[in-house]
């Protein structure tokens, strides 16, 4: 399947002596400047009936002609697989994604996943890279996301989260009583031994992660933090970095450590808990259409309110024993 037709526009004469490529950005946000200059090499664009160049100028007043193809972007099979929703108009989708719902198909996950759900909710999101997904969570992260519907969101979208200008709050729950919030500025990249972790190194991406407490417990801390960058496992990798890795979390939490005199309520939970408890609770962005601010925020789900609630009820009951020998 794809979509082929030729698109129009006259170069106004304030875009005089600009780049052709950077002055096709303006006239048709909708596509990526890659894809525009892939056109162009191609012969996919003529200005006033003649082939240019990415880099030749413009004079103002021409006509630009675009002869475009769109091949189907994503090849993955639709299923009726439910999806929350969030937020939803023409362009765009805002989702809760459950924990343990992969995002994309892969080795040992070709379908049930949230792509299969989206092709089947959207069959035009075919024609989308990756079916519109612009950014992603890991399998047992739960939370908010949000999908693009068109190339002008999909394209808008992606520059926002490149330009750091989405914000991105999670909750997250960790071992150890922490004191203070603060930020963790430290590069990641893959582990240089274990290829299915990430890891801290010097030469490494840049990686910011900023943090402060919500709720103190005996051995515990919830935490909301948020996303400067937008690094593979970046909160799970931070958190265990600072030695205060994420409760559940099987690549970086290490073993299982139980608060001395901790109730059975308390151990079950912990023990029960078999995901890293970490949830994407808000997401807020510009509309890249409107304009308008739009924000989303994904309820905790059950299994991490039920492990905060055992938290709780083991912090008061010590701190009940506490004050009776006062």
């Not at 794809?2 to 950005?25: E, H, I, K, N, W």
């Not at 009936?49 to 004079?59: I, N, Q, T, W, Y």
């Not at 989206?118 to 739960?142: C, F, M, N, Q, Y």
Request: glycine share 8%; net charge neutral; charged share 25%.
């Amino acid at each position: 399947m794809s979509q082929t037709g030729p698109l129009t526009a006259v170069v106004p004469d304030s875009a005089a002596g600009r780049r052709l490529d950077q002055v096709l950005a303006d006239l048709f946000p909708e596509h990526s400047r890659s894809r525009l200059a892939g056109w162009i090499k191609s012969g996919d664009v003529l200005v006033d009936d003649k082939p240019a160049r990415p880099r030749d100028p413009v004079l103002g007043g021409e006509t630009v002609t675009m002869t475009v193809t769109l091949d189907v972007q994503t090849h993955a099979v639709a299923e009726d697989i439910p999806l929350e929703v969030l937020y939803e108009d023409a362009h765009l989708l805002v989702l809760d994604k459950p924990a343990g719902l992969v995002v994309h198909p892969g080795a040992g996950n070709p379908g049930g996943t949230l792509m299969n759900a989206l092709l089947h909710h959207d069959p035009h999101l075919e024609l989308l890279p990756r079916a519109g997904i612009v950014h992603r969570l890991d399998k047992d992260t739960s939370g908010v996301m949000v999908v693009a519907r068109t190339l002008e969101a999909h394209t808008a979208l992606v520059a926002q989260l490149s330009a750091r200008d989405v914000h991105r709050q999670y909750l997250a729950v960790v071992v150890g009583a922490l004191v203070s919030g603060g930020t963790v500025d430290a590069p990641i990249d893959r582990h240089p031994r274990d290829r299915l972790k990430m890891g801290v190194r010097e030469d490494g991406k840049p990686a910011v992660t900023h943090y402060r407490l919500r709720e103190r417990f005996r051995a515990h801390t919830a935490l909301e933090c948020r996303l400067e960058t937008g690094r593979t496992h970046q909160i799970r990798v931070h958190m265990a970095h600072l030695k205060h890795p994420i409760v559940g979390d099987p690549l970086y939490g290490g073993a299982l450590k139980l608060p001395k005199g901790a109730s059975e309520a308390l151990v079950a939970a912990l023990r029960g808990f078999k995901r890293q408890a970490l949830h994407a609770q808000v997401l807020e962005f510009e509309h890249p259409v409107t304009g308008e601010l739009v924000r989303c925020e994904a309820p905790v789900p059950p299994d991490l309110r039920a492990l905060l609630q055992a938290l709780r009820e083991d912090t008061a009951a010590h701190l009940e024993v506490e004050r009776s020998r006062r």
